[in-house]
């Protein structure tokens, strides 16, 4: 077992994405879990039309899966879950709360599985295992005593559409859409960004589009660890000779080289795709100054073109009859200055006009993206710019074009389709209202910085989780985990232990459930359930494996069974014949939905997905003009501060043997890291000029000009191929550093990829 300080070491990783280095990474966590022969065969099963759905990453699963149809990740995503260890009464038994807290991410999650309900005893801080009746009964009661409006119903892109349709149902008939997502902290920027520009808030592209495109714009995702299965269809969008111009602080290996773990001929001959064509290390919160470039060298080559006669650079057919707002945008664009964008770019202007030279050649493009642009305080217009360049030579809504935001957890996207949403505009307010007689909520609920802020000042009294470990990935941990125990409930449902379970309110449940690769057995039978990707595909899954411990309940039971306690009856919403049987789930949501869910049951398995359409692909846009919208952006930088001496911008990642606050173990592959997660990137020359020698000890400190303190010891300097005056250190551990009101203007999505901090030997 790989444990913390276990011989750490840093040195360059020589290896390709997937290939060897992939096939030894799953061997070696597969033993460690002990998984048993039924789950290996399992594997088989995953990602595939009457399998299970991957629980790691939303990626898109394909109609022709290959014989696996998993990645390194999600292999080891489908271990974690497997696992044969367990985590009961017993452990609770020997074990404190505080004594707890001295544990790592890692240490809790690796313990095992939850395998009964549990409510704390702050006389012997402890949890006690307790009988479901009663913590339903005992939950119900706590909620009815609360003001609805001081309660959160938090849920972690996870659940299926059936959980989540009741978990936003149970919220609103109780009388508050405080219905804070983990795409709060995500894609929030993609949901209100693409929403302002082109009518919807989810990407308009599907698997088929990368066979079309001829040119792919690359911006801060890192495909190798976080959507792996991605790089097939990279790797042959590449083999046809499509350009794939890549943008990121971080020469992430992923996007650099790939050998196909499933292509015995690649193994065995080492072969190696070369993913990006061109690889430019922006500065972070640099890209709104290169797409500006970008877009001023269009302008100008489209002025030539006139000038000679020539075929135009923009489509200025598709932003005569389709956009609104591109004089001034161009305006802004023309006037912006070569030297302030090189600046804010951290590339040479030479670099950038590469990329906009493939740009105005290509035919169709695809914008790929994720966290690079999304979380900054600019992570709206960084969205909204990269619509600008694609707007401007007609790249939405046509085959192989179009934003392409890559989703998180495997049904975030979902869990935003039906209902769970703070925003009324966003919810089915008149359905509601009409298929279940009540009024629902209308006031704004909160967010997840909004929660954050109310569990802070005392407002926020109950926080109910659909799974995930929030008080880790939120910002600023410190006064965070300070806050919790002046809650009166906190109601954690999940599959394992984590952080957040350590925190107490006054009355506290942790509520172990099914994961979903496991059976689900209720009233009619074993059921399925659904969720939707990236692309808007939604697939039926089906758990086959027994469960942990026969003392789980399944997500949609757990939310019955509190709903049913805690609302008056009413017979338009049968909780119990739903829990009985999920397809009554699927057709009330059909009924919600008859658009995008028509003959829901039907199609449940269809393979490849059913799509639930996306108006932008057709040219329609629903926006307030009937237009798609150019934004004019206030200036270059996305950072949302000043630069000064010794102020640098933190780049919060992801390594390779982590999924979000789940940490799988303490290697970086792809970094070159072993054996530890303190690691601090950083640029050779910024280490020259802070006097900081390799290896050595620092600490981080806060730089926000607040006035509160915050600091993390015990980073080990490591030099890092990174754009000076960025560093990287992992997250979760570091969002003790991060300021909670440093975060996205427009969509409260904490600015996690550029923080103010300094170094302190
Ligand atoms: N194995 C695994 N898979 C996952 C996850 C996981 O933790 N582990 N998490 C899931 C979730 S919830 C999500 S949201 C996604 C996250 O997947 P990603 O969107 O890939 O998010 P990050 O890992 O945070 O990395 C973002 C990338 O952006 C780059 N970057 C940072 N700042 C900037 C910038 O200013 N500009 C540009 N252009 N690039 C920048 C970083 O170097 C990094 O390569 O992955 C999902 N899949
Ligand atoms: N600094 C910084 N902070 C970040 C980010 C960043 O890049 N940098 N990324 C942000 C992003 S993109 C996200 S999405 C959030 C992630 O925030 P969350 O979604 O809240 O966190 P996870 O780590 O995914 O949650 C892991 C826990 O989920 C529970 N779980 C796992 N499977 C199931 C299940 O099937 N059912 C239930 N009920 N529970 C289950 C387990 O108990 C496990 O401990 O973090 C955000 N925070
Ligand atoms: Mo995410």
Redesign the pocket.
Known sequence: MRQRGDRPEVKPFKGPAGGWGSVRSLAEILPRERVTPQVVAELARQNKPDGFMC?SCAWSKPADALPFEFCEEGGKATAW?LTTQRTTPAFFQAHTLTELRGWSDYQL?EHGRLTHPLRYDPATDRYVAIDWASAFDEIAAELKALEPKSVVFYA????SLEASYMYALMARMYGNQNLPD??N??HESTSVGLKAAIGQPVGTTRLHDFELCDAILFFGQNVGSNAPRMLHPLRDARKRGCEIITFNPLRERGLERFTDPQNPVEMATLAETRISTQYHQVKAGGDLAVMNGMAKLLLEWDDAAQAEGAPRVLDVEFIDAHTSGFDDFAAAVRAADWAEIEREAGLPRADIEAAARVYAKAQAVLGIYG?GLT?HVKGVENVRMLINLLLMRGNVGKPGAGPTPVR??SN?QGQRTVGITEKTELAPVDKLRELYHFEPPSEKGLDTVEACRGVIDGSVRGFVA?????L????ETGPMEAAWPKLRLSVQ??????RNHLFAGEVTYLLP?L??IEKDVQASGPQAVSMEDSTSCIHGSKGRIDPASPHLLS?PAIVGAIAKRLLPENPNVPWEAWVGNYALVRDAIERTYPDKFKDFNAKLFQPGGFWKGNKATERIWETPTGKAEFLTPENLSATGFADADGRFRLV?L?SNDQ????IYGYHDRFRGVRGTRDVLFINPSDMKKQGLREGQKVALVGDAGDGVERRKDGYIVTPYSIPEGCIGAY??E??VL?PLEHHAKESHV?A??SVPVRIEA
């Open positions: 629980v879950e999650e972690s892109g996870r659940a983990s795409s902290m995500c966290m979380q998180g957890h975030v659909l799974g995930g470990n929030f880790r990935a939120v910002p449902i999940a599959t394992k232990l984590n459930c994961g979903r997500e919060t992801r999924f979000n606050t789940t997250y979760p570091c969002n991060i904490p996690a990829k």
